[in-house]
């Protein structure tokens, strides 16, 4: 299945280490997943932002029941928000989170692994 | 107005040995016989805009029912198309371009391989973006949802609890559903954790099964074998953020989306308030989601919903009885099409050990995101 091509430079950025969001040229507002149209002025001409990959839990659940064909239970998924990208909610795994109890509001910085195309998070002490 | 004169339902159970076909045509057959009519009487078919096209297409059906289609359409998927159907027949009815329109819905998600979580796969987003970080089953989306209704409201999981404990009362009264063990508050918190804090108490369950109703017109209802149950206000709406992006980027994200504008249509067409409901049965797909929708469709301010439980009671004899059949978490989980056949039972006086003494108006409200319907039923 091809993927659409708005969501290309997603991943162009995560080859880099890198993480951006669309942005709309027009009204100037972030927003997420990509889409074709700014979903709020309607405006064609999105341009790809980068961010400096500091955000902060929105929210956190810990899966523990096995519904993942490739991950195993228990992990941590979070919606991270990011000062820097306002509107933007990433879905992300938390890695390293033993050390402290989870909560809304931790700092979290972006980690890229070296193999496939994820960007996850940990804690920021 | 057009009124609701037949209803059926399988048996629900978690596996069938019956395919969704075969679950549907049963329940399709049994709310036409409920009517006191034949196939034959039917001439409009209304089923949901998603999962029936591909598992259960109103051809199919027409066929096998050996009529001629005079009016076939859909409108939303799931539970919002469920309770908005009424709306599609209304129109045909008035119109005249059809005299009894029957309504069906049925999954197979027991069976099927992925079950209902394979569901948001079709979602381009959401499978890029969500499924590589094993974000992808429902539960996840609403624990989410209900970790963060923890931080802003002060939700606590004893408050969950009250909602679940309720609801599984409501169904060890009626009896005709898929769970027969009671659950106390150590039951609760035994239940294993699905997805923080949701445990498997506060998840619905999963199902083999379809139901079905039938409508016509308010004066042809009046021959019908059973008392006509009135649809009195239908109402539908929507936002405009898409499947991929509503369980996660809305703000602010603990509204459901749709609900308080079709609960607002529901009413002003039905010229009642809610105060005039005597039941409710309300999409509960996970705990979270019903007591956020208790708030949406204005019962109480958001956030008070727990309050409004512990308070006002939603049992049976409760202030305002809602799940009288145990819900989607103790009855079955169809999506919500056993939600109409309670709302219609019971304003029959059909209900059994779990009737709502004296109930003359019943509202159901179905979700499927970014969509929400809303139903006011009546004697």
């Known amino acids: 299945m091809v993927r659409p091509e708005e969501f290309r430079p997603f991943f162009a950025a995560l080859a880099r280490d890198r993480l951006a969001f669309p942005r709309c040229a027009q009204c100037g507002r972030f927003h997420w997943y990509p889409m074709p149209l700014c979903p709020f002025c309607r405006g064609s001409q999105i341009v790809w932002t980068g961010v400096a990959g500091l955000g902060r839990v929105f929210s956190w659940t810990v899966v523990r029941h096995d519904f993942d064909p490739v991950l195993r239970p228990p992990y941590v998924v979070a919606l991270v928000e990011f000062d820097d990208a306002p509107g933007v909610r990433l879905v992300t795994n938390l890695i390293d989170a033993a050390f402290e109890p989870l909560a809304i509001g931790m700092a979290v910085a972006a980690v890229f692994p070296a193999a496939g195309e994820r960007v996850l998070f940990r804690p920021v002490r | ?379």
């Open chain 2, 1 to 379: 107005m057009i009124a609701i004169v037949g209803v059926g339902e399988t048996i629900p159970v978690r596996v069938s040995q019956k395919d969704v076909r075969a679950l549907c045509l049963e329940a399709s057959l049994a709310a036409i016989a409920d009517a006191g009519l034949n196939c034959a009487d039917v001439d409009g078919i209304v089923t949901d805009a998603g999962i029936m096209p591909g598992s259960v297409p109103a051809d199919w059906m027409a066929a096998q029912l050996g009529i001629p289609l005079g009016f076939s359409a859909s409108l939303s998927y799931g539970g919002a198309g469920i309770v908005a159907a009424p709306m599609l027949a209304e129109m045909a009815i008035r119109s005249g371009r059809a005299k009894a329109v029957l309504f069906y819905f049925g999954v197979d998600w027991g069976s099927r391989p992925g079950g209902p979580y394979a569901f948001h796969d079709a979602y381009p987003a959401k499978r890029v973006f969500e499924k590589p970080y094993g974000f992808s089953a429902q539960p996840a989306y609403f624990g989410l949802w209900a970790r963060r209704y923890m931080h802003e409201y002060g939700l606590t999981d004893d408050d969950l609890a009250d909602l679940v404990i309720a609801q599984r009362a409501n169904a060890l009264r009626h009896g005709g559903g898929q769970v027969t063990k009671a659950l106390d508050r150590e039951g609760y918190f035994a239940s294993r954790m699905i997805a923080d804090p949701l445990r498997a108490a506060d998840c619905c369950l999963i199902t083999d099964g379809a139901g079905a109703y039938l409508m016509s017109s308010a004066e042809r209802a009046r021959d019908c074998r059973k008392p006509p149950v009135f649809v009195r206000g239908v109402g539908f709406a929507s936002i405009p953020v898409s499947g991929d992006d509503v369980f996660t980027q809305p703000s602010p994200l603990l509204v459901t989306p749709a609900a308080a504008e079709a609960s607002r249509q529901a009413r002003g067409r039905a010229g009642l308030s809610l105060k005039d409901v005597d039941f409710a049965e309300i999409y509960d797909c996970f705990s979270i989601s019903c007591l956020m929708q208790i708030e949406d469709l204005g019962f109480c301010a958001k956030g008070e919903a727990a309050g409004f439980i512990r308070e006002r009671g939603i049992g049976i004899d409760g202030g305002l009885p809602v799940n009288t059949h145990g819900g989607l978490l103790s009855y079955s989980y169809r999506l919500g099409i056993e939600h109409m056949v309670e709302a219609v039972r019971q304003l029959r006086g059909e209900a059994g050990a779990a009737q709502v003494m004296g109930a003359q108006v019943g509202l159901v409200g179905g979700f499927s995101p970014p969509d929400y319907a809303v139903a006011l039923l009546g004697r």
